[in-house]
């Protein structure tokens, strides 16, 4: 069996996207494999057909700059996508077995404050999509978004999570493919581990869009939450680190002014003040 390298699994999964009309290569009709072919992809970048079976096996884990670089090109891969590819292939130390799992990092009060006098939905989110904190309105906007929850399992497993994402496959491909990008090459932590194997148990299409190791920095700047009260609202995203956090992320909704969407979210903020 083939060893599991982070590298290794990427540039499999990443061939197999690639059509061979993209590169200029004749579809044909008796193709047996998705995607491109192992030779045709060292063929675009360059590089012998050995070289490239070692990497994909996982027998060669730290090819250069420069290989890197022509195999983003041969995938046709983005930005993000190739600088993930990047981090993958430079030498790291490994996770000793029975490590601890990092330590649970606390939201600063100064960030609870904010988040109390903020009239827009905010929360705080870690590496791994736990709710740490979130204001009144946030759970009023979304009331599975709660403090011990996480964003992703909620959005995979709960129904009434979903149902407030009228664009549900476009926002869980996205924030699948977020998270990837936030992980990089620490895949042996953990507690992303348990996250992976528990979503992975859980949803299909979770299993469905991991395997795809589609890498997606910053997330979607725009995005519709669908309210059984006051409706559609058309949201825009904004997230800030926070300063002397290893990975704290303030997310916050808010709507153009003068548009239907912000008279809704100023009525549902009415409706959370006027809630016990």
């Not at 699948?176 to 895949?187: I, N, S, W």
Request: proline share 7%; charged share 30%.
């Amino acid at each position: 069996m083939e060893p599991r390298t982070p590298l290794a699994d990427f540039l499999r999964a990443r061939r197999e996207l690639v059509r061979p009309e993209d590169v200029g290569l004749p579809a044909g009709s008796r193709r047996r494999v998705r995607g491109l072919r192992r030779e045709e992809v060292a063929l675009l970048a360059g590089i012998s057909n050995e070289y490239y079976l070692r990497l994909e096996q996982g027998r060669d884990q730290h090819p250069s700059e420069q290989v890197v670089e022509a195999l983003a090109r041969a995938l046709q891969l983005d930005a993000a996508a190739a600088a993930h590819a990047l981090e993958l292939s430079r030498a790291r130390p490994r996770r000793r077995a029975g490590s601890p799992p990092r330590r649970p990092e606390r939201v600063p009060d100064g960030v609870r404050t904010l988040l109390d006098q903020v009239g827009v939905p905010a929360f705080v989110l870690d590496r791994y999509r736990d709710v740490l904190a979130a204001n009144r309105l946030a759970t009023a906007l979304e009331p599975t978004l709660l403090v011990g929850s996480n964003r992703l399992v909620s959005l995979f497993t709960d129904p009434e999570a979903r149902s407030y994402h009228p664009d549900w496959e476009q926002d869980a491909a996205g924030v699948v493919a977020q998270l990837r990008a936030d992980v990089g090459a620490d895949e042996d932590d953990p507690r992303f581990q348990a996250l992976v194997g528990e979503l992975s148990v859980k949803s299909e299409e979770f299993r469905r869009l991991w395997a795809r190791h589609d890498v997606k920095a910053g997330g979607s700047p725009t995005g519709v939450v669908r309210h059984p009260v006051v409706g559609d609202l058309v949201l825009h995203r904004e997230k800030f680190a926070v300063v002397g956090a290893a990975s704290l992320t303030v997310v916050v909704h808010h709507a153009e002014p003068g548009t239907p969407s912000a008279d809704g979210l100023a009525r549902l903020a009415s409706l959370a003040r006027s809630a016990p």
